[in-house]
């Protein structure tokens, strides 16, 4: 689907920068990185908005999508396995990613390559959106992007770990929650321990 949708997910994602800025300027509030893996980057709106504000920092893109890497300029890879060593990152992020993914093991193997102390940053969906907010996103997704990413995004939405349970992942994997946040959408901040 990531790459029947890359082009029209790219323009969607370039309107919406300023959430991807907003987000980095966030992060920076809490972390100074210096090497930076953006997990499933999509088009690669994050890692730029990221270079901006870590402008010291490298920023390494991956995603699946082989148009969404061309976008990116990104590793085409399997978030469930990373092509680095252990240990080697000071902050993963993962923005709308964790949903299309099996989450305990992306965190494992986000833990995996992060440094000991390494901060693991998540944005993603809010299970307990209300369904009329749901419902017109669907609408508007399906006419923007595609019926198809619409309707796979409304099921996962719907079937997503609500906050709780992903602070509990986290934790069972080996991190120590820093700060959460929680609106249409959800925001952590956790580091490995």
């Not at 992942?169 to 080996?174: D, P, T």
């Amino acid at each position: 689907m990531w790459n029947d949708v890359a082009e029209n997910y790219r323009k969607w994602a370039e309107f919406n920068r300023w959430y991807y800025r907003s987000f980095c300027l966030f992060i920076s509030q809490h972390v100074q990185p210096k090497f930076i893996v953006d997990v499933c980057s999509g088009p690669g709106v994050l890692s730029s908005e990221l270079k901006n504000v870590f402008p010291a920092a490298e920023v390494v893109p991956v995603d699946m999508s082989a148009k969404m890497c061309k976008f990116a300029k990104a590793i085409r890879a399997d978030a469930h396995r990373l092509p680095f060593k252990n240990s080697v990152f000071d902050l993963a992020v993962l923005c709308f990613a964790l949903h299309e993914l099996d989450v305990r093991k992306a965190v494992e193997e986000v833990k995996r390559v992060l440094k000991k102390e390494g901060a693991i940053v998540i944005a993603d969906l809010n299970s307990k959106t209300p369904w009329m907010f749901r419902f017109f996103a669907e609408v508007f997704l399906a006419f923007l992007i595609s019926p198809e990413y619409a309707k796979n995004l409304e099921m996962k939405w719907r079937t997503f770990p609500d906050l709780e349970l992903l602070v509990s992942i986290l934790k069972e994997c080996g991190f120590r929650i820093v700060y959460t946040r929680e609106f249409f959408d959800v925001w952590i901040i956790a580091k490995k321990i």
